[in-house]
């Protein structure tokens, strides 16, 4: 059974930093694309960032570019997020997402359908 399990978050000050881990099995990492999204109370999920199978090509979103890292390491099964310069905007639930579809070369962002249960981020003033 395929699973995603996501760790890390918690309450941070403004303009601190957090890391989000993601460990996946049941499925064949190597070849799949990783994301992360997060969603706030009272608002739409939305795109965070996202690495292909390789992890050749990263997107960002606009509201993290520049303060967010993608990362992973597939000898761990595992995907990472990198959150600096945190703001107040960045609390939400974030989740660790995977593209199932073997060595896709691009990132399709509406292909991620195997989702974790989700880490709380809080950042505090």
């Known amino acids: 059974q395929a699973q995603l399990v996501e760790s890390g978050g918690g309450v941070v000050q403004v303009g601190g930093s957090l890391r989000l881990s993601c460990v996946a099995s049941?499925?064949?990492?190597?070849?799949?694309?990783m994301a992360w999204f997060r969603q706030a109370p009272g608002k739409e999920r939305e795109f965070v960032a996202a690495l292909t199978w390789n992890g050749v090509t990263a997107e960002y979103g606009d509201s993290v570019a520049g303060r967010f890292t993608i990362s992973r390491y597939n000898p761990k099964n595992a995907v990472y997020l990198q959150m600096n310069n945190l703001t107040l905007e960045d609390t939400a639930v974030y989740y660790c997402?995977?593209?199932?579809?073997?060595?896709?070369?691009?990132?399709?962002?509406?292909?991620?359908?195997?989702w974790g249960q989700g880490t709380q981020v809080t950042v505090s003033s």
């Open positions: 997402t995977a593209d199932l579809t073997s060595f896709r070369p691009f990132i399709r962002r509406e292909a991620f359908d195997l």
């Open positions: 049941g499925l064949n990492f190597n070849s799949a694309g």
